[in-house]
């Protein structure tokens, strides 16, 4: 069974900056994309930035130029490097990472939440 964990998150004045980590139980090379996403009271949870498992990112046009994804292998660990936070990055991030093939199977981490002030 595949596990990820979420950590980093906390609160932190706008302008400030927060790196989460998303830890899976096994090889992060086993997953063809990983990704965060978020999810603010009374919204729906959208999708903040992936990478593919060649390194092909993608971010929201929300957080181009504030936020980095990035991948250590060796630790099957994913990173998320907010700068530059803003009250309106308020939410419980998620990981996400999922395999095509067989078929698309999606595994959820539990979550960390990320409170900017303003």
């Known amino acids: 069974q595949v596990q990820l964990v979420e950590s980093g998150g906390g609160l932190v004045q706008a302008g400030g900056s927060l790196r989460l980590s998303c830890a899976a139980s096994g090889s992060i090379l086993s997953f063809n994309v990983m990704g965060w996403y978020r999810q603010a009271p009374g919204k729906q949870r959208e999708l903040v930035a992936d990478i593919t498992s060649g390194g092909r990112t993608n971010y929201v046009d929300s957080v181009k130029g504030r936020f980095t994804i990035s991948t250590d292998n060796a630790k099957n660990t994913v990173y998320l490097q907010m700068n530059n936070l803003e009250p309106e990055d308020t939410a419980v991030y998620y990981c996400?990472?999922?395999?095509?093939?067989?078929?698309?199977?999606?595994?959820w981490g539990q979550g960390t939440q990320v409170t900017v002030s303003s």
């Open positions: 996400k990472a999922r395999r095509l093939f067989p078929t698309v199977r999606d595994y």
